[in-house]
């Protein structure tokens, strides 16, 4: 990916092809994926730990760095699963592209 264009721009999140994993969320249905593979898809754990029923959302940011590849082999580096987590998950590679 070419990250100078941004996520958005990327074939990942190509909504119209069918490989991809769908595009942006849609602002007019609180930011759920209603393209590609994931569209309209329930999940049904979360946020954090509830048991609700709710939309895969996204919402992407261009600007996030946190898939840098230097942040992608810090996390890779660590020593612990108690490490790693928290480093690919609070604005790590997990989180990357959302506001």
Not at 31 to 55: I, R, S, W
Not at 74 to 83: I, K, T, V
Not at 86 to 92: L, Q, T
Request: some cysteine.
């Amino acid at each position: 990916m070419d990250v100078a264009k941004g996520f958005l721009n990327s074939a990942l999140l190509d909504g119209d092809d069918p490989l991809s994993f769908g595009g942006n969320g849609d602002t007019k249905q609180r930011n759920c994926v209603t393209t590609g593979p994931f569209a309209d898809y329930t999940l049904h754990l979360g946020p954090g730990k509830e048991v609700t029923d709710h939309c895969l959302t996204r919402k992407i940011n261009n600007k996030n760095t946190g898939a840098a590849q230097s942040v992608v082999d810090g996390c890779l580096a660590m020593d612990s699963f108690e490490d790693f987590w928290p480093c690919i998950e609070n604005g790590g590679p997990h989180g990357a592209g959302r506001t």
